[in-house]
């Protein structure tokens, strides 16, 4: 019941051609952003429009969406936001991209990735929906840190071959200087232990745009590659 806000990407030569549909990546954002961050801060548009200039990447449609569903100012509502938020994702956003975008709406089209907090977001919706994404994504997620892997990733590890085949790409990674590093580094180890593919990345860098940004030129060009025939 309130105006939600959303920044939308399209690639060079959108208005061309309409006939052609796109994939569609999820971007989410850190605490304390908004729906803009990953443009002001992440230069993702700009990001994009390289890699689509040296032909680097598949042209896809990129949703930044405002990543709180409850006031993040009351304690009381905090734990409830990725709930919330996955609801507002699945019953609004992606219908109202779908309605009003020239989407690839399957899947195997739909990617979703996040920094820090947005990074918890994607892994919690992401390996939650394997009906929804096929693609997932984390930068610099501290949800690693003190958790208790094999209970709380028990559905992905139960049966690593299914888990593959929904994946077609699972990718984590953290700045060097980062104090949620080892942890990042841990969990790519229990993945890669109990049989689940994984991309891993590192960079110099702490809990900064400056990480996150050679992140998303890194894992760009690996998204949707198996899944439009292109």
């Given at each position: ?8 990407y399209?690639?060079?030569?959108y208005?061309r051609?309409?006939q ?13 952003l ?9 230069r993702?548009n700009l990001?994009m429009d390289?890699l689509?200039?040296?032909g680097?990447?598949l042209?896809?449609?990129?949703v ?7 006031p993040?100012n ?5 734990d ?17 991209v779908?309605?009003?975008y020239?989407?690839r ?8 990735i ?18 929804l994404f ?7 997620s501290?949800?690693?840190r ?5 209970r709380d990733?028990?559905?992905l590890?139960a049966?690593p071959a ?5 994946l077609?790409?699972?990718w984590?990674?953290c ?5 949620r ?8 180890k ?10 891993y ?5 702490a809990h ?23």
């Amino acid at each position: 019941g309130t105006l939600r806000r959303v920044s939308i990407y399209v690639p060079p030569g959108y208005d061309r051609d309409p006939q052609a549909r796109y994939p569609v990546l999820y971007l989410l954002h850190g605490a304390n952003l908004d729906e803009t961050a990953w443009v002001r801060f992440g230069r993702a548009n700009l990001i994009m429009d390289s890699l689509l200039a040296d032909g680097k990447t598949l042209p896809f449609i990129i949703v930044m969406p405002l990543g709180y569903a409850v006031p993040p100012n009351d304690p009381a509502l905090r734990d409830q936001n990725t709930a919330e938020f996955s609801r507002d994702l699945r019953e609004d956003l992606i219908p109202y991209v779908e309605g009003r975008y020239r989407t690839r709406s399957d899947r195997l089209q739909r990617a979703i990735i996040g920094l820090s907090m947005g990074a918890g977001q994607a892994l919690s919706i992401g390996l939650d929906r394997p009906e929804l994404f096929s693609h997932v994504g984390s930068f610099s997620s501290g949800s690693f840190r003190g958790a208790d892997l094999p209970r709380d990733y028990a559905s992905l590890i139960a049966d690593p071959a299914a888990s593959n085949r929904k994946l077609s790409l699972f990718w984590i990674g953290c700045g060097t200087e980062d104090p949620r590093i080892e942890a990042t580094r841990s969990f790519s180890k229990f993945l890669t232990q109990h049989g689940i593919k994984n991309g891993y990345g590192e960079t110099t860098g702490a809990h900064t745009f400056i990480v996150w940004r050679k992140f998303l030129a890194d894992v760009a060009p690996l998204l949707f590659r198996d899944t439009t025939g292109r």
